[in-house]
């Protein structure tokens, strides 16, 4: 067992765990935040998303000894009161049905609005391709980042 | 997952609701209320189609607290359908609460207190609509009453909005101002109960948000695995790799040495036949996490039995299946004689069509968490059936029912397998060895591995066509292994319920119609998904149509109006040999109508400018079909990409189901479905080689993506008073054939096989 400090939502957490043990895991069982959710394992789906200094990762797939002073963003930390733009585009266009993968969802389009701010369909498509929603809300989700692209 | 008229007997509720006033230990049992708060509890009564007394007496509560606060409880489960604020909006909006405000509870498991949980062959709303509508009505009646007593008018003059009641000379007062008032109303009898007109609904008929949305969004929607118990055990087990396996012996010595883990524990499986209820037989590892009981999994040594299905093998299956079509089978529906039919025909299309085994694959795995103790154990989990999973999980744990408590958390998808509470019964059965609260956590690998797959299927159609160019004749064999087998091995032939979806249901006119059965083994456990058997035989009965359009030299639209004859409600029962189901529902009150059909085809025609789109050279489909008692017509549009990839840029749906309730919500369904059904058609299959799963993840099972997805999916909802029925799974059977046959006028290649590649 090792030791790390892993920096999630501006906040320090002292955990100890085997140094292969996946982010993911970490953050669910290890700190407590259950936002992020376990899809795949093998990082085919996206639930997992989270933000690493800004960027999409899946965390089922990524060691948390890989993680060092980066800083993690999982959904609970992606605004403080909730209202990141891309969260209030998924309230408005209703996207969720299970709402299991959105989390993922909104943190993959929150990175993409993020580099890109106006991105066209294609692009968004090729940033999304990632995260699989079985409801298929695919259509919505498209509409939410062009309405959260406008409002940015 | 037509659960309902697989494992129970009819049910019909009639609005016989009956309210009153719970006991206090009963309104104590809701828990976290504000004191001083009103409870009503709403018994819907029922009575069964021939008027006899059935057991469905449920009761829903609703709450008013002084601080205005309205609460309702959702009784069915939430899985993606919206149907946690659809019944709900049905009371607050007969009620007059302000729905902004409006709070829901989620209740457990308990037959007694709420009737049928199922949630399950898209009859949520079809079944709790009036008694819903019952219960608001019967609490704004009493709020009325209560407040015209209070300012001595006529109650006439009253009515209510927002969450107050309003005089027509002005005077308004808060539902929570009348707490003390109510308590000292008579229940009104249910004849004295007026429901509102459907033009004077605020909520129902628009778009509501669901419930959820927020808490969703912000990733504080709490899910099976979300749920945390001081001391809790998680446990990942190996299962039984081909069903009917047994352990011979194992090793756990390397599992014991990897930190966190704390325990292992054999679980009995019951061997062949598994049950729809039952845990599989394998070794589960109990850690302190997640991760290190799914590396202590990984270094178990177990030794098996692979028992009787160890050779099996689908595609060999599937060859066997299609050559028994060929040959004369089980009648289970006859009408003329299709023997002379074919004598005298002048053209005879005979095709032959397969679909493969599908998993459910919802984005949440299987998980359960357990916490037992001696006199009594509490489940958290995400379960379709909570009922079941209660009955199931006391079974197993040889205790009372009274003793078992099911918590029903959001559910991560559901499409038909967590109906089944095999993994809610792994969970207790190892909290109970453990002595401990245990999380049973299914990886994506064990859940393609060990599903209750949607059957694979072999069906023949033969249609002949007269001297005139008419169809003379329909003979339609079908062969899959039935749900029934999971239970009972002996079942070799669908059962009526499987044949009811769209396979002797066929509503065409045709003069000879013979649709037989053949015998095939189950291999593994078999389930329902999404619109159960209706996937294959829509798939095959609307794909023959469209090739029967065109021998025939016919529009298939106008071909299927013609067809479907004069509108009117049909029947069957005189050519069918067993019974038709008619999803659980007496004929007399959900009739097949025709001109019902008619109309979607005709709008969806319409809608999509089926004609000119044809003139214009695009590549359409056409399809309908009713299923779950919802009437649906579908057309789609597809064209290829420039790496020659499958594009469907245009889908149009025009649905018939009944009142529509929550219109946003039916429009998703649409949406998710048509996605759902392009995976079905276009990239999944499930296949089995020595009796094991040959696909274990995302990369070998696959699920659309965003880019594979139609584009813009058009979803026309006919205006309609007739009974609202489900939205859930009418969407999938119509679109496979329509994306079919759009798909051969694109490539000039009919498609017989699913899934299809370009």
Not at chain 1, 32 to 43: A, Y
Not at chain 2, 269 to 291: F, R, Y
Not at chain 2, 329 to 351: D, K, M, P, Y
Request: proline fraction near 5%; include cysteine.
């Amino acid at each position: 067992m090792e030791k790390y400090s892993l920096g999630i939502n501006n906040k320090v957490h002292e955990i100890s765990a085997e140094a292969e043990m996946p982010l993911l895991w970490a953050i669910r069982d290890l700190v407590g935040l259950k936002g992020t959710k376990f899809g795949c394992g093998q990082g085919l789906c996206g639930a997992c998303t989270v933000l690493l200094d800004g960027s999409p990762i899946r965390s089922c797939s990524f060691q948390i000894s890989e993680v060092g002073d980066s800083s993690i963003t999982t959904i609970e930390g992606l605004s403080e009161k909730g209202d990141h733009p891309i969260q209030q585009a998924w309230v408005q266009h209703v996207v969720p049905q299970c709402g299991y993968c959105q989390s993922g969802q909104i943190l993959s389009a929150a990175a993409l609005l993020k580099a890109n701010p106006k991105p066209s369909d294609e692009e968004i498509e090729a940033a999304m391709n990632g995260n699989i929603c079985r409801c298929g809300t695919y259509n919505r989700i498209k509409e939410a980042i062009h309405t959260a692209s406008n409002s940015l | 997952m037509f659960a309902k008229f697989l494992f129970s007997k009819k049910q019909d509720p009639e609005n016989r609701s009956q309210v009153y006033i719970p006991s206090r230990r009963e309104f104590l049992k809701i828990g976290s209320l504000a004191t001083g708060g009103f409870l009503l509890g709403v018994n819907f009564q029922c009575t069964g189609p021939k008027g006899d007394p059935i057991t469905f007496a449920p009761n829903s509560y609703l709450i008013l607290s002084s601080d205005n606060q309205v609460t309702l409880i959702a009784h069915r489960s939430e899985m993606g359908t919206g149907i946690r604020t659809s019944l709900p909006m049905i009371i607050a909006d007969e009620l007059g609460a302000d729905w902004s405000k409006v709070k829901i509870i989620q209740a457990e498991g308990d037959n007694e207190k709420y009737g049928d949980q199922n949630t399950d062959g898209s009859y949520s709303v079809r079944m709790f609509f009036e008694p819903m509508r019952q219960a608001g009505a019967t609490a704004r009646l009493m709020l009325i009453n209560a407040a015209a007593l209070k300012w001595e008018v006529d109650p006439s003059e009253c009515r209510t909005q927002k969450g107050q009641v309003i005089h027509s000379g002005g005077k308004t007062v808060d539902f929570g101002d009348l707490i003390e008032d109510l308590k000292k109303q008579e229940i009104p009898k249910p004849e004295e109960v007026k429901l509102k007109d459907l033009k004077d609904y605020q909520l129902i008929g628009k778009d509501v948000p669901i419930y959820d949305a927020k808490d969703i969004a912000v990733g504080t929607a709490v899910f099976g695995a979300d749920v945390d118990i001081p001391g809790m055990k998680i446990a990942v087990i190996q299962r039984s790799p081909v069903i009917g396996a047994k352990v011979v012996s194992f090793s756990d010595e390397k599992t014991l040495a990897i930190p966190g883990v704390s325990q292992v524990i054999k679980i009995d499986g019951q061997g062949i036949p598994t049950g729809l209820d039952k845990a599989l037989e394998g070794i589960a590892v109990l850690a302190d996490n997640t991760w290190a009981a799914i590396q202590g999994r990984k270094a178990l040594e177990v030794d098996w039995d692979l028992g009787p299905n160890q050779e099996y093998n689908s595609a060999k299956q599937l060859e066997e299946m299609v050559k028994s079509t060929l040959s004369n089978g089980q009648i289970r529906r006859e009408r003329g004689n299709f023997t002379s039919a074919q004598r005298e025909a002048s053209t005879v299309l005979e095709r032959s069509f397969v679909a493969p085994y599908y998993a459910h694959a919802t984005m949440e795995p299987p998980v359960a968490i357990a916490n037992w103790k001696a006199d009594f154990c509490e489940i958290w989990a995400p379960t379709q059936h909570p009922q079941w999973a209660r009955t199931a999980v006391a079974t197993a744990l040889a205790m009372p029912e009274e003793q078992i408590r099911v918590n029903v958390t959001l559910l991560g998808g559901g499409f038909g397998r967590k109906s089944k509470p095999d993994y809610v019964v792994e969970a207790a059965l190892l909290s109970r060895a453990a002595k401990a609260p245990v999380r049973v956590q299914w990886t994506r690998e064990d859940d393609i591995h060990h599903d209750f797959y949607h059957s694979l299927s072999a069906q023949r159609i033969k249609a002949t066509l007269d001297r005139e160019g008419k169809i003379s004749g329909w003979n339609h064999h079908t062969v899959f292994p039935a749900i029934g087998a999971t239970g009972n091995p002996d079942e070799l032939h669908p059962s009526d319920g499987e044949l009811g979806l769209g396979c002797i249901d066929f509503p065409f006119e045709v003069p000879n119609i013979r649709i037989e059965t053949h015998e095939s083994k189950a291999h593994t456990r078999i389930g329902w998904l999404r619109s159960v058997s209706n996937i294959h035989h829509s798939f095959a009965v609307n794909g023959m149509l469209d090739e029967v359009a065109e021998a025939r030299g016919m529009d298939p639209v106008d071909m299927l109006l013609e067809l479907l004859g004069e509108d009117r409600d049909i029947t069957f029962d005189e050519e069918i040999k067993g019974t038709f189901g008619n999803y659980g529902e007496p004929i007399e009150k959900f009739p097949w109508n025709t001109g019902r059909l008619k109309n979607v085809i005709r709008k969806v025609a319409g809608e999509a400018n089926w004609k000119e789109s044809l003139a214009q050279g695009k590549s359409v489909g056409f399809a309908a079909h009713k299923s779950f008692l919802t009437y649906v017509a579908c057309i789609v549009e597809v064209d290829k990409g420039t790496n020659g990839e499958l594009l469907i840029p245009n889908v149009h749906y025009v649905v018939d189901c009944g009142v529509p309730v929550n219109t946003d919500r039916i429009r998703s369904q649409f949406e998710g479905g048509a996605q759902f059904a392009t995976s079905l058609a276009t990239t999944s299959a499930i296949s089995f080689e020595n009796g094991q799963v040959q696909q274990n993840n995302f990369d070998g099972y696959q699920v659309i993506r965003m880019s594979q997805s139609p584009k813009n999916i058009h979803v026309h909802i006919v205006e309609s008073t007739e009974k609202p029925t489900g939205v859930g799974e009418p969407p999938v059977p119509p679109f496979i054939p329509a994306l079919c046959n759009a798909v051969y006028k694109m490539t000039g290649k009919r498609i017989y096989e699913l899934p299809f590649k370009l």
